[in-house]
């Protein structure tokens, strides 16, 4: 009879710790929670950004910091798959971007009731990582201190696997989420004159070329199917000279999820280092005035035009023949007396005429056309150079 009572009593007990614990999962739906106002003021790559505080954390909504029509603009897209129940988020640096509307948001009183959180069943994907996404009512919160939590593949780079940091002000009660600063990306304007540069996963090489675009340029961007693979990680990135292969950054394949596009984003953090590898990929002879007219009226790549002369400089207008018609196969090319060359400008057989003009000591203006004004008046497209501004090799 003991027995019996006993098994019984087993029982019981075993039902109500069963019954507690399926009553205390919520289902779709359910209100599981409060937001709050919060006086700490939250910034996105400097940015003041509306904030609210969700279970004793800074979070901000998806939806209000993506919304296209709104005058707060930050570098942040979404897209909704309802078959799914899947939101995908991509975020990049909005440093660049300014307006006083940023400044109108002021920190707020602390504990005011603003809405209810409800379980979800929403998975949310942030720059590629699945991250806790949290439903008020019909809209996606996601917790500042999660997305810049340092910590697994991106930690060597001081990133969290969402490729941002989260620093917290305690004086100034400011929680700043910031991503990779669009300062270090890779511009050939940085570097080196005259340079064609090569970008193959996280490796960069380069070629001297005087006829290089724009002073130098990229002129090829490979992504392969195995660095794809691993998008949105963080690489080290390489400079190799052709001897040996020296780390100058980092870089990662970004996979927008939102418009299923791929990009490779290179970082130096190492521009000193940059610079002195870029410096020593020239020619070893500064060409003449009359070398320098040889080459570029070889009839073979280059056709030279017309020559204008200055005080201390020949600008000659090249015909480009190796290329296709039509895209930048004319080059304004920019000759010193005393040696060297370099492209300044591009141009166009689209336009049928076009001509030099001096108009100071060593100043000078260039014209294209004709194309047509808003009033579709024929009219000539001009622009105006000062040669002393330039570097030539």
């Known amino acids: 009879m003991k027995k019996f009572k006993l098994f019984m009593m087993l029982g019981i007990a075993l ?3 069963t019954f507690l614990k399926t009553g205390v999962y919520a289902k779709n739906g359910d209100i599981i929670g409060k937001v709050y106002s919060t006086d700490i003021i939250a910034k996105i790559d400097g940015l003041n950004a509306p904030s609210y505080n969700i279970n ?3 979070a901000i909504i998806i ?3 993506s919304d296209k029509n709104s005058s707060l603009s930050y570098a942040i897209k979404a897209k909704y798959d309802d078959n799914e129940r899947r939101l995908d988020v991509t975020m990049s640096s909005s440093s660049g971007f300014w307006g006083e509307q940023y400044n109108e948001i002021k920190r707020g009183s602390v504990g005011k009731i603003l809405g209810d959180v409800y379980e979800t069943d929403i998975k949310v994907y942030f720059n590629g990582y699945e991250i806790d996404g949290i439903n008020i009512g019909g809209k996606t919160a996601v917790v500042i201190e999660d997305l810049g939590l340092i910590g697994g593949i991106n930690e060597e780079f001081g990133y969290s696997k969402y490729r941002c940091k989260a620093k917290w002000n305690e004086d100034e ?3 700043a989420l910031d991503f990779i600063d ?3 990306s890779f511009s050939v304007y ?3 004159n005259f340079l064609k540069y090569r970008i193959n996963d996280n490796i960069i090489s380069a070629e001297f070329d005087r006829m290089a675009e724009c002073v130098s340029e990229i002129i090829e961007y490979n992504i392969s199917d195995e660095f794809k693979k691993e998008a949105n990680v ?4 390489y400079f190799d000279d052709g001897k040996e292969k020296t780390e100058i ?3 990662y394949v970004e996979n927008d999820t939102v418009d299923g596009s791929f990009l490779n984003k290179v970082y130096i953090t190492k521009p000193e280092l940059m610079k002195t590898i870029t410096e020593n990929i020239h020619d070893e002879k500064t060409p003449t005035a009359d070398e320098a007219f040889e080459f570029l009226d070889d009839k073979i790549n280059y056709k030279t035009l017309d020559v204008l002369e200055t005080e201390d400089f020949y600008v000659a207008c090249v015909e480009l023949l190796k290329v296709d018609k039509n895209i930048s196969d004319i080059s304004f090319v920019l000759i010193k007396k005393t040696g060297g060359f370099g492209k300044i400008y591009s141009g166009s057989t689209y336009y049928k005429e076009r001509k030099m003009e001096k108009t100071g000591e060593n100043t000078i203006k260039i014209f294209e056309g004709p194309t047509l004004d808003p009033h579709g008046k024929p009219v000539m497209i001009s622009c105006e150079f000062n040669l002393n501004n330039y570097f030539v090799k």
Do not use: Q
Request: no cysteine; glycine share 8%.
């Open 15 to 17: 039902v109500s710790i």
């Open 234 to 237: 963080l690489k080290p990135l």
């Open 173 to 175: 009660r400011i929680i």
């Open 249 to 251: 950054g980092f870089m």
């Open 63 to 65: 939806e209000e910091l």
């Open 190 to 192: 940085d570097y080196a």
């Open 56 to 58: 004793g954390k800074t």
């Open 182 to 184: 669009e300062k270090s």
